[in-house]
């Protein structure tokens, strides 16, 4: 019998399943070929959005079928043609296996049994699947606080005792010009400050020139500095630039330096024939971050911090309480976070369900994709290559026939933002504006592709006649 709580589903169940169902079917359904324009809020959601909390509710297959309608006019990157910064999928595995999840409300602050053991287990085949070696880990909400993770435990191991004791303004960080902001954010957090960032120059391919950091790191230690870690990045988000991993795990080991490799968006492609050459010298880091609902497809959110044990996380982040004491070790004293939900089973279900093999393709096919976009820009007299896709990103810029090429680029992403039949973003590589696609999709097609590039096309000859 089903409880009599005000909040039970009672005999609605069925229906309520039934209808979550149909909701999904005709959702997946959608997402299998692109679909002209994006429904905008209208005026009947926008005076919803804005009532007062209910006192009564209305049941759940009407507030279910309002979920629906607001998911439809929401930006979902589960579309194939959502080329926007680091895109997703949703994967299906992956939302199925989230749902399970949140109907069991486990959390992995204290040991959850099953549940803790699959965690492991993920982090270990993630670790296996990108060549990272032996593998321990946590997983997290993402690359920011997986990078914030790391680099807490990296401050601990050059700084011992600064967790408790605080810090003498003396430790410094050493990243690409072109990291991602969450490794600012989490110097700022840590107490390191941004100003201890050192940005190092960029060599000819956009990566991380080994030799200023070299010189680098030889400046600081003689004027006393502490240097707390070095994050290369396994893919940049601004062109998918990969910092030579091989060459900067000899520089921190010469200087004894933490290793940390931000892959939040690139490092799945390790594990592909085509690109695995580009992260040579992964097995040599201590720490990495590898975001598997950026380009593992699964649905947010699910970071997966790689440590090479969890020896240092247990001395950053380990607690005695009077409130935790049945377990000899509990997961929460080797993370940030306190409630953490089960966010692996979803990853997890996945490689069980398709195979680590599935996940190499679908990697494969994106890489190729953006080589043919490369290519299709080369061939199109008005598109400009802007640099050379190490990944799957592809900065290229339109060239119109009068006025600013800035102005110009920035104003097809927005109206394409606006339009919806391909969403695109802008962004500035060397000072310029430029369209910077980026295919992490297990959806995307070289139909979408091509449909991408005519729909640059018409959107620019369109602005022409406006300007
Ligand atoms: C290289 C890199 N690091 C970190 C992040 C932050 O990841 P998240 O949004 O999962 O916190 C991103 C996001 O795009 C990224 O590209």
């Known amino acids: ?97 989230e749902a399970l999840s949140a109907s069991h409300d486990v959390n992995l602050a204290s040991v959850a049994a099953a549940a803790t053991l699959v965690e492991q287990q993920t982090i270990r085949w993630v670790g296996e699947f990108i060549g990272f070696g032996p593998t321990s880990g946590v997983v997290t909400s993402g690359g920011m606080l997986s990078n914030l993770t790391a680099l807490a435990a990296a401050r601990e191991r050059a700084l011992p005792g600064s967790r408790r004791t605080g810090l003498d303004g003396r430790g410094t960080l050493y990243v690409s010009a072109e990291a991602h902001s969450s490794v600012d954010r989490s110097a700022e957090l840590l107490g390191l400050g941004s100003d201890s960032i050192r940005a190092i120059a960029l060599d000819g391919h956009r990566r991380m020139d080994v030799t200023a950091l070299d010189a680098s790191l030889r400046r600081d230690k003689a004027d006393g500095r502490v240097p707390i870690a070095v994050v ?118 996945a490689f ?56 110009h680029n920035s104003a097809i992403a927005k109206r394409m933002q606006q339009e919806g039949d391909a969403y695109i973003t802008s962004a500035v590589v060397d000072g310029m504006t430029v369209l910077r696609p980026c295919i992490t999709n297990f959806r995307t097609s070289a139909d979408d592709v091509r449909a991408l590039i005519e729909i640059v096309q018409r959107t620019g000859e369109k602005l022409e006649l406006q300007e």
């Open 1 to 97: 019998m089903s409880s009599s709580s005000p909040l039970s589903l009672g005999s609605e169940r069925i229906t309520a399943l039934d209808t979550a169902f149909e909701i999904l079917r005709d959702a997946w359904e959608g997402f299998d070929t692109a679909r002209p324009g994006q429904p905008q809020p209208s005026d009947r959601t926008i005076a919803l959005l804005l009532e007062e909390l209910p006192t009564t509710g209305i049941g759940v297959i009407a507030a279910l079928r309002e979920a629906e309608s607001l998911l439809d006019q929401s930006l979902a990157q589960s579309r194939p043609r959502f080329f926007g910064y680091v895109g997703s999928s949703g994967l299906e595995v992956g939302v199925l296996a």
């Open 352 to 407: 069980r369900a398709h195979g680590a093999d599935a996940f190499r393709d679908a990697l494969e096919e994106n890489l190729r994709l953006a080589q043919l976009l490369a290519d299709l820009v080369r061939e199109t007299p008005q598109l400009e290559l802007i640099v050379e896709p190490q990944l799957s990103t592809v900065p290229f810029r339109r060239i119109p026939t009068h006025g600013s090429v800035d102005e």
């Open 232 to 349: 290369a990045t396994a893919g940049t988000t601004l062109t998918g630039a990969v910092d030579p991993l091989r060459q900067i795990a000899g520089v921190c080991s010469e200087h004894g330096v933490w290793f940390h490799v931000d892959g939040a968006y690139g490092l799945p492609a390790a594990a592909t024939r085509t690109a695995a050459h580009l992260f040579d010298g992964i097995s040599l880091a201590d720490s990495a971050t590898i975001d598997a609902h950026k380009w593992l497809f699964v649905p947010k959110a699910c970071g997966i911090l790689l440590m090479r044990d969890t020896v240092a996380l247990r001395e950053t982040f380990g607690h005695t309480t009077s409130y935790m004491v049945d377990a000899e070790e509990n997961p929460v004293d080797r993370t940030l976070e306190y409630s953490r939900p089960f966010r692996s089973l979803k990853l997890w279900t």
